[in-house]
């Protein structure tokens, strides 16, 4: 039972490259979500779905997209990287609201 | 807007001290809070939520609707509890937000 996965690890990348953050949980959780964590900051709510299908913005969403196809994944995808997109990335999983299983994230640099 | 503050980012405290993580939440209505933990090299996960109300490795919280706070507390602190402490709360249907987090450091 591998829980939440998220990869890369780590990612540099140039202004204006795109890329997409993968996703994959193996729990069958209906709730998925994607955080940004900024140095010092907290966790803030980027995109989030309820189920495969559905997907809804959070507090900070303009910059990225995301896609909900399988119950498993819920890939990020950064479209004309800007460096204020550097940020660690955190997926997260819950059957509901109350209780999120975290990925170990992505840290991402945009130089 | 609903939000979560926590007004301290750093908290050191001695080892066998009591410790209080502060939360303070905006919340039209009855809110439902929780405590996220990242220890060291670990991923975030639920520390408690305030409707269980329940002690975990002996950390209480306690919603305190007249003062819209959700205080995280221990009586004696243990050098493991050094780590990031998150307070968070349902926004909505579906949202979990946070706030910016207290970073504790127990010392020796």
């Known amino acids: 039972n591998a829980g939440v996965t998220q990869t890369p690890k780590f990612r540099i990348l140039k202004i204006g490259q795109s890329m997409t953050l993968q996703c994959t949980q193996d729990m069958n959780h209906n709730y998925m979500y994607w955080y940004r964590q900024d140095p010092g900051m907290g966790l803030k709510l980027i995109y989030y779905s309820v189920g495969a299908g559905i997907t809804d913005k959070g507090e900070v969403p303009n910059g990225y997209n995301v896609s909900r196809s399988t119950t498993e994944d819920f890939p990020l995808r950064l479209e004309l990287a800007a460096p204020s997109q550097t940020s660690v990335y955190f997926c997260a999983s819950g059957l509901g609201r109350e209780k999120l299983f975290f990925g170990s994230g992505t840290q991402l640099s945009v130089l | 807007a609903q939000r979560v503050t926590q007004p301290e980012k750093l908290l050191s405290v001695f080892k066998g001290a009591p410790v209080e993580l502060k939360c303070n939440y905006s919340?039209?209505?009855?809110?439902?809070l929780f405590w996220y933990v990242q220890y060291s090299r670990q991923r975030l996960q639920l520390l408690l939520r305030h409707i269980s109300r329940e002690s975990i490795k002996g950390f209480t919280a306690d919603l305190n609707k007249g003062e819209t706070s959700f205080h995280l507390k221990k009586p004696f602190a243990q050098e493991e509890d050094s780590a990031m402490y998150y307070c968070a709360l349902i926004q909505g249907a579906q949202k979990l937000v946070f706030g910016q987090g207290t970073r504790l450091t127990i010392n020796p």
């Open positions: 919340y039209s209505g009855s809110p439902e």
